[in-house]
């Protein structure tokens, strides 16, 4: 009978880890469970609910640093900065609708350690330039933590950058320290109708190499009678959005017609490329990282293949639905990217490890990390398919 | 400062070692005669000196894997060294250790203009990647001020800042790949062209590791396009308070500058009296504020910065007009070091970062320590992240002073960590702050550090003596366990 451990202190949290390696037990750390439909399907492992680690710690928005217990809801971070006028700059997102569930359960500790990062990635860096800092229990059941709580530090290792998308696999997270930034003061969307991939991708590397500062760019495929969308996102103070909304469609004439949308258009395309609804569905969901240029390629041969798709960060990043791990993975390989799968059956995530397996001595310097912080295997839960000496 | 125990029995086979490394890199690339170590003696951080057993400068990535397999095979440390400009301590040789000098890793290897990324050998200068990429508007944006001398290798080591590192990030958020050889002798590519990589983020943890993981071999780093305009403000204020609120409020506006550098009276006369650009000497602090991006924005926030300060109490306040003119308000600022070596014979950098709300208390406080350890200090920094660089100025030649000035140091760090902030911002632990690392960081925090250390040199070969105050082996810090903080093994070597 697998167990449900919800410690509410460092302490005990210390305990159930040191017990869990003490026992052999290994222990499935769970946030809101908003992604506990990714990676392999999990057997024998005792849960670990971090849930009681909730609540703002400290938020001074003079200084940019906002500190929350690992569990807090990312949906009350978002609302408490939101009311002065901050932003998580990496626009988290919460994953919960790619698997038919309800959105709000993700937790700002989950959507770090999974590394999730929405549009204005682009522009404003991701969840592992975010994080400042944390505190932890490791794998070894002691308490630690890495960073500090200002933006410029060189102290020791950057562990926070470790810990950003690490899956859990070094430690249980119960606070981390977030930069915030202010939000901007306007926003305008600009567009290009009926393009196709490789047309888009040559639209959006003219944006990204001219002086209009684009701050978030992604193409929709034509949908349901809804034309493709080239989008370009600027924001900023007033005067320069509206500068750059002049200058944009001059650099981009040679591409296509560029046209201001709505302020509800444009928040409902982003919001479509940011939780990526044009893909939910039943069919396998890959989040393919690549080389910016090759995003318009890569679209149209997954196209090509029957995937349905669309393109984010300017072409850095492509989400597309297909079944076929081996043709979707040898795609990103073959121009340098990597594929993550992040929605997939059952019988398909038990054989096909949801992150893609990096080369063979990268993989074994990651086991040497992973066991510095985790010596037992405890958070070795199965879920990714890499650990042949874990218990 | 102490540094590890000298291995005579390496000392002893050192010819062994020469003829073993002469086997690896044939011709010039192996430097052994007293003479010629005598330029490696130390990094920027001249206050330590110490010649290396040998010098050994690779041309290729499999001789740099030759070396680094031998070594590790016979025993043999390593202390890696990029351009030699490291203010920490990070490239000082030890006696018995071999220096790996990266200087003929010095090709710009592709420029790729829609990926937006140049790929370079690590010896390539800082400044030489935005020379490549600037014909076409393009530039490479962390600028420690040593960008004409300093490598991207080293950079990589240190995780470089600059001065527009507000706006645009320090070395980390603007790498996207190495290639890197362990001390295995194992050649592994992290990372690449795209935004993150699979898996543990590897290369986040090489990025500031100071030498002691691996030896990089290429790096990627993003390029950008310049911006179109950018433009600067000079503020004067009658005290360092309003300066520093005025800081505050410009962040806290919604504004982020792409830099905004502070400094106290002590410092403006200096850097004046050093280029003559025009700094007001009537003030007690001065602000220089640079925006950039379109001109609209620049025009529009100049006006708001200006408003602010205005606001703020500035007694003075000129914005540039032209480039010549904002290069004038820069000079002085990027003299500012320099220009110390006028006052006074020799001056001792500090690096602490603190939170910005601080910033009035802390340099009242360093005020205070000043008087203290009677040594001035002037104060230049990077006001808008809260990264501190006070300049104490003392005459290594009067006995005693370097050692206040090194005390008087320690205090100002001590002082940065007491108020939430941390050792150090941009220059790196290095020798310099190794043994103040336990004021930042438990027994325990350090001791997880180093398990991350021995998986990647389980031998502890890779510059050793830098970074941790105490060196663990690392099979017994595999086994240890900390209990509210109680040090454990005290017999091990501390230094």
Redesign the interface.
């Known amino acids: 009978m697998m167990a449900v451990h919800r410690p509410t202190t460092i302490e005990a949290l210390c305990e159930v880890v040191q017990t869990a390696a003490a026992g052999g037990t290994t222990l499935a750390i769970r946030g809101g469970g908003s992604k506990s439909a990714i990676g392999a399907p999990i057997g024998g492992a005792d849960t670990l609910d971090m849930t009681a680690f909730s609540g703002l710690i400290d938020y001074?928005?003079?200084?940019?640093?906002l500190v929350a217990g690992a569990g807090t809801p990312l949906a009350r971070i978002e609302a408490l900065v939101a009311d002065r006028?901050q932003m998580l700059a990496f626009e988290p997102f919460d994953p919960a609708p790619l698997f038919g569930e309800t959105r709000g359960r993700a937790t700002i500790g989950g959507v770090l350690a999974a590394?999730l990062s929405g549009p204005r990635?682009?522009s404003a860096?991701?969840a592992?330039?975010h994080l400042l800092g944390f505190e932890a229990v490791?794998g070894?059941g002691?308490?630690?933590?890495?960073g500090?709580?200002?933006?410029?530090?060189?102290?020791?290792?950057?562990?926070p950058?470790?810990i950003?998308?690490?899956w859990g696999?070094l430690a249980a997270l119960t606070s981390v320290t977030l930069k915030t930034?202010?939000?901007?003061?306007a926003t305008a969307t600009l567009a290009i109708e009926g393009l196709g991939p490789e047309q888009a991708q040559a639209a959006m590397?003219a944006a990204?190499?001219?002086?209009?500062?684009i701050a978030a760019a992604a193409h929709l495929p034509a949908s349901d009678g809804a034309p493709a969308y080239t989008l370009f996102r600027l924001a900023?103070?007033?005067?320069?959005v509206?500068?750059?909304c002049t200058?944009l469609p001059a650099l981009l004439n040679a591409h296509g017609q560029l046209v201001r949308l709505d302020a509800a258009h444009a928040e409902t395309l982003w919001a479509e490329v940011r939780d990526v609804t044009p893909l939910m569905n039943d069919r396998a969901l890959w989040r393919i990282?690549?080389?910016?240029?090759h995003g318009g390629g890569v679209a149209l041969g997954l196209n090509e293949r029957g995937a349905d798709w669309l393109i984010d960060?300017a072409g850095?990043?492509v989400w597309a639905c297909h079944n076929d791990a081996e043709m979707v993975r040898g795609m990103a390989h073959a121009v340098?990217?990597?594929a993550?799968l992040i929605r997939g059956s059952e019988p398909m995530r038990a054989r096909t490890p949801f992150?893609?397996?990096?080369?063979a001595?990268?993989a074994r310097?990651?086991e040497?990390?992973?066991?510095?912080?985790d010596?037992a295997g405890v958070f070795e839960t199965g879920r990714f398919l890499d650990q042949p000496d874990a218990h | 400062m102490r540094m590890p125990e000298v291995d005579q029995a390496v000392l002893a086979r050192r010819d062994a070692i020469v003829a073993a490394l002469r086997a690896i890199v044939p011709g010039e690339g192996v430097i052994d005669e007293e003479s010629a170590l005598r330029p490696y003696e130390s990094d920027a951080l001249t206050a330590y000196r110490q010649p290396p057993m040998v010098v050994v400068l690779p041309e290729t990535v499999e001789q740099v894997a030759a070396i680094l397999r031998w070594c590790h095979d016979n025993n043999v440390k390593v202390v890696p060294r990029g351009a030699g400009t490291s203010l920490s301590g990070g490239s000082l040789p030890l006696a018995d250790a071999v220096l790996l000098g990266m200087s003929k890793f010095n090709r710009i290897l592709a420029i790729d203009y829609r990926d937006r990324v140049a790929v370079v050998q690590p010896g390539v200068t800082n400044l030489a990647i935005t020379k490549a990429v600037e014909g076409e508007g393009f530039y490479y944006a962390p600028d420690p001020s040593s960008q004409i001398a300093c490598s991207i290798g080293g950079n990589v080591a240190e995780n470089a800042g600059g001065v527009h590192c507000l706006k645009y990030g320090v070395t980390t958020n603007n790498v996207l790949g190495v290639e890197f050889v362990t001390i295995e002798g194992e050649v592994l590519r992290l990372g690449g062209r795209q935004l993150e990589p699979s898996g543990l983020d590897l290369l986040g943890i090489i990025v500031g590791s100071e030498g002691l993981l691996g030896v990089v071999t290429e790096v990627t780093v993003r390029i950008l396009p310049r911006p179109e305009t950018a433009r600067a403000l000079l503020i004067g204020f009658a005290s360092v308070a309003s300066a520093a609120s005025c800081v505050t409020e410009i962040i806290a506006s919604g504004i982020i500058p792409a830099g905004m550098e502070m400094m106290d009276k002590p410092a403006i006369h200096a850097a004046e009296a050093f280029v003559q650009v025009g700094y007001p000497l009537d003030v007690e602090a001065l602000l220089i504020v640079e925006l950039d991006g379109p001109s609209a924005e620049c025009d529009h926030l100049i006006d708001e910065v200006q408003r602010i300060a205005s606001g703020q109490g500035a007694v003075s306040c000129r914005a540039s007009t032209s480039e010549s003119e904002r290069l004038a308000f820069w000079a002085g600022r990027k003299a500012a070091f320099p220009a110390m070596g006028r006052v006074a014979p020799d001056y001792y950098c500090m690096d602490g970062t603190i939170p910005r709300g601080r910033l009035v208390e802390v340099l009242e406080r360093i005020s205070a320590l000043s008087t203290e350890h009677d040594l001035a200090v002037a104060n230049v920094f990077h006001a808008g992240d809260g990264n501190l660089h006070p300049l104490i100025l003392y005459d290594a030649n009067n006995p005693g002073e370097l050692e206040r000035a090194e005390a008087f140091g320690s205090d100002i760090l001590r002082l940065c960590v007491a108020v939430g902030g941390v050792l150090t911002g941009e220059h790196g632990v290095g020798v310099e702050k190794r043994d103040l690392m336990p004021v930042m960081f438990s027994e325990s925090d350090l001791a997880q550090q180093q398990r991350v250390k021995c998986a990647f040199d389980p031998q502890s070969l890779l510059n050793p003596g830098k970074v941790f105050p105490v060196l663990h082996r690392c099979a017994e810090l595999g086994r240890m366990h900390v209990h509210k903080g109680a040090l454990p093994h005290p017999e091990l070597p501390r230094f």
């Open positions: 001074v928005p003079a200084d940019l640093v006028g590394g990635r682009l860096g991701g592992r330039d490791s070894r002691e308490a630690m933590s890495g500090a709580r200002v933006v410029k530090n060189v102290t020791g290792y950057d562990l950058k470790l950003a998308g690490s696999r930034l202010p939000r901007p003061r590397d990204m190499a001219s002086h209009a500062e900023g103070f007033d005067p320069s509206e500068a750059r200058l990282l690549l080389p910016p240029s960060w850095g990043l340098g990217g990597h993550t992150l893609d397996p990096p080369a001595g990268v310097l990651a040497r990390v992973r066991r510095a912080f010596p």
